[in-house]
């Protein structure tokens, strides 16, 4: 995990000494982001979450603190991106949004890349307005890029961990997946609805080739613009 520079020090209970009474930050409250905050209470952290989908009654439902964007920003000592990639979730974090963080904080985004914007975050951690970031891959996914060199100055930081998009990995994952997809052609093939459809299914159509037997699918409507104290960021799994 990282945390500030110097504020590390392995002795015996002190890691989670030190992360006791801090702000574990939750950018969307959908299923996956539900999962870490489990596994962060379980460290001491007071847990805070900001997703205009999900009504304040079901954060508290699981001791879960609903906060504006502005107050998850500014109050986090670790902030957890895991909201979905729209036109107006793109640069969430711009050079505006690290400037508000503690100096101490961490970003951490599992989150798409193109949700914070590298040159920003690269200057908020080179000139310390930010302690530290973890990013599932950058703007550009250039693990992805046949013949990509890491040249992305983000890759000079000490205080940054970045992997290819493959934060998810697991020998689980990867059986889960695949299994997953199998069954899926399996039942599109056959007739049956398909459980996790991509595309929208407007409500009340019925289902091509069989009778429906699960709710249409209902995606989540990109949220509307908002002010720069309580950006619309969220609804993400």
Request: aromatic fraction near 6%; glycine fraction near 10%; hydrophobic fraction near 40%.
């Amino acid at each position: 995990m990282l945390v500030a520079p110097g504020t590390w020090q392995w002795q015996s209970g002190e890691p989670i000494r030190r992360l006791m009474g801090r702000v574990f930050g939750l950018l969307s409250f959908g299923f996956i982001a539900r999962l870490d905050a489990e596994r962060a209470k379980a460290f001491g952290v007071g847990v805070w979450a900001h997703d205009p989908f999900v009504e304040e009654g079901e954060m508290r439902a699981h001791q879960v603190r609903p906060v504006s964007f502005g107050e998850l920003v500014e109050g986090g000592d670790y902030l957890l991106i895991q909201a979905p990639l729209t036109p107006r979730t793109r640069h969430t974090f711009d050079r505006a949004t690290p400037r508000r963080m503690k100096p101490t904080a961490v970003l951490v985004n599992t989150a798409p890349g193109p949700i914070v914007e590298d040159t920003a975050i690269h200057q908020a951690l080179a000139e310390g307005w930010t302690a530290g970031a973890a990013l599932d891959d950058l703007e550009e996914e250039p693990a992805k890029r046949r013949g990509r060199r890491p040249r992305d100055p983000l890759f000079t930081l000490p205080n940054v961990i970045i992997t290819p998009h493959a934060a998810y990995y697991s020998e689980q994952a990867i059986a889960t997946v695949r299994r997953i997809a199998a069954q899926e052609a399996v039942r599109v093939l056959t007739g049956q609805p398909a459980r996790y459809p991509v595309n929208e299914v407007p409500a009340g159509a019925p289902e091509p080739g069989a009778r429906p037997r699960h709710p249409p699918s209902r995606r989540r409507p990109p949220p509307a613009q908002g002010g720069a104290a309580d950006h619309p960021a969220g609804g993400g799994s």
